[in-house]
């Protein structure tokens, strides 16, 4: 008996005693997961919309949590013949995403505040039947844009919500299918019975919130399909030389290019990393994914990059800008005591892998999710990214992280394997608590819609809207306006001015919504809240403001100079 039969035996024997198959026991899964998704639905049909510090788990009734964590329950005494229950494990995780993901838009009916943010730029291409890249900076990166204005207008939608709120559920279901390419590869190295664990808990470490109707979450769809080609693309220790391997992974980098700069960046130094000292015609394809990346770069972003390639050189070496922006600042949800959970379950994800891996047997496996994990982990030093490059460091993590967690637990005595299955219990409430900790912000009302409705409707060809750059202000008519943030604002001649202003005689418009007083009470010191309410005072007094639009969650004044 190989190496590889040893392991696969003693892999199963440590499940066998607390999930073997038996009738008895397919019947208890199906009978649970029925009830699971019953409790689901009945905790939907309860639930009562409410935000505290900790966010939309205020909403969420205790048979929300029970019913998910059946779902897990019912699915790992299913994992040991995974072949045979394929059917219903899958049912299970989709059940189990639907709670995660889309419940929680079924609940409050609308979008998070984030997913507006890239819906100007779909709405432009519906309207307008173009890019636009000097005006739009992701439609140098049309990929995401030109797909969704293509499903927009083929579905005949006139309001972009359904679709904005459905896609964090769908791009999770994508994800999964994208997963479904690893088992093949896992298969082939007899490791069948550890898929559906790595698949469960990389969902499960999925709080990072990257998911939302916008390019990095389509990119990492497509980013998540390039490595499964790579890696089903190879037989024991050597790359396959296919020529339809090749295309495929050419169309996906190529799609990955044209729709997210750093998702195309990772994804060359995956490939690169995967591919180190492989068969010779792997060099003439990197050279060319290189081309690729090379030319779209100068070329199909150059309206881009010729006007920020200056700021990004300062930014590239700036290591106290980084850190400043992605340690002090990262994945801040304005609550100390869910941040304060947020970076101890994320230092456990990075150690339970890290024991996973230091008992984790040399082959294969071990050696391409290794690879794996070594290809984000340079982007910080170099890039600040705005304060997001911890979060997609974490983001491209995900495999590694999920393969070598459940790597520790099964590679421990039976009794131990228990772990994985309380830690998946216990991460579910962990998860909700993080990924949607910060609610009360992400959250969009619906006087807040109608009062940006009434201000489009409104508002002149240009304007300018001061503001603290709501993303729900973005949502249309990208190219007529500009934002001046409140935050960065100065009153000269009593008006509101700042470092982005358009010409002084283009009308302008103070939008003062909930969203914004959250944000600045959550993420702002005392001096900002400060700022805030000065300039709430300006313009209850001045002569220059008019009110022109109010309801209980926003106001909107209208300059018009005395």
């Known amino acids: 008996m190989n190496h590889n039969e040893n392991l696969t035996q003693s892999t199963k024997s440590k499940f066998n005693g607390i999930i073997s198959v038996s009738g008895t026991k397919e019947l208890a899964a199906k009978a649970g997961t029925s009830v699971a998704i ?27 949590f029970i019913g998910l964590s059946l779902l897990v329950a019912c699915s790992v005494i299913l994992w040991n013949d995974s072949e045979k229950n394929f059917g219903i494990i899958t049912i299970q995780l989709i059940a189990f995403l639907a709670g995660l993901w889309l419940v929680p838009f079924i609940i409050e009916q609308v979008p998070s505040r984030t997913s507006y943010f890239c819906a100007g730029f779909v709405e432009y291409i519906v309207r307008q039947g173009t890019l636009n890249p000097e005006v739009a900076f992701y439609h140098n990166w049309p990929g995401f844009s030109i797909l969704n204005a293509i499903l927009v207008n083929v579905l005949g939608l006139t309001d972009f919500t359904k679709l904005m709120g459905l896609t964090p559920f769908f791009s999770n279901c994508l994800y999964f299918l994208a997963l479904c390419l690893l088992r093949r590869f896992m298969c082939k190295q007899d490791l069948a019975t550890a898929w559906w664990p790595m698949v469960w808990m990389f969902f499960i470490a999925n709080y990072l919130g990257q998911d939302y109707f916008s390019p990095q979450g389509m990119a990492y769809f497509l980013f998540l399909i390039f490595v499964g080609l790579l890696l089903i693309s190879q037989e024991t220790d050597n790359y396959a030389s296919g020529s339809t391997g090749r295309i495929l ?26 591919g ?31 006007g920020h390639i200056s700021g990004m050189l300062n930014e590239l070496f700036n290591l106290e800008m980084s850190i400043h922006q992605n340690v002090v600042r990262v994945g801040s949800t304005g609550d100390d005591q869910v941040d304060k959970i947020s970076e101890i379950y994320t230092l456990i994800l990075l150690i339970l892998p890290t024991l996973g891996w230091l008992t984790t047997k040399k082959g294969l496996p071990k050696n391409v999710f290794t690879r794996l994990g070594i290809a984000p982990l340079f982007l910080p030093i170099f890039l600040s990214y705005n304060g997001e490059m911890i979060v997609r460091v974490l983001l491209f993590l995900l495999l590694p992280i999920a393969f070598f967690s459940t790597s520790f637990f099964r590679n421990k ?67 007529r306006f500009a934002i001046v943030l409140t935050s960065t604002s100065t009153l000269k001649d009593g008006k509101i001015i700042g470092p982005w202003s358009k010409d002084k005689n283009d009308p302008q418009y103070v939008v003062l919504s909930r969203g914004t007083w959250v944000a600045y009470k959550r993420f702002m010191t005392d001096i900002g809240n400060s700022k805030l309410r000065k300039i709430q005072g300006v313009l209850q007094k001045s002569t220059n403001y008019e009110l022109i639009y109010a309801n209980k969650d926003s106001s909107i004044y209208n300059f018009r100079e005395v």
């Open 276 to 306: 180190f000292r492989r068969e010779k015609w792997l060099s003439s394809l990197f050279i060319t994914v290189i081309v690729i990346l090379i030319s779209w770069t100068f070329y199909g972003a150059f309206a881009y990059f010729s």
């Open 413 to 479: 005595k039976a009794l131990v394997s228990y772990g994985l299955i309380i830690f998946l219990v216990i991460s579910i409430p962990l998860h909700i608590l993080i990924r949607y900790g910060n609610e009360e912000y992400n959250y969009v009302s619906l006087g807040e819609l109608d009062a940006a409705n009434f201000l489009f409707g409104k508002a002149a060809h240009e304007f300018e809207i001061v503001t603290e750059n709501d993303p729900i202000l973005k949502q249309r008519d990208i190219e």
């Open 38 to 64: 019953i409790l689901l639905t009945y905790s939907i049909l309860i639930t009562k919309l409410s935000f505290g510090s900790y966010g939309l788990i205020h909403s969420l009734p205790l048979t929300y």
């Open 249 to 274: 992974q050419l169309l996906f980098f190529c799609s990955i290019t044209i729709t997210h700069a750093l998702t195309s960046i990772i994804a060359v130094v995956a490939f690169f990393i995967l």
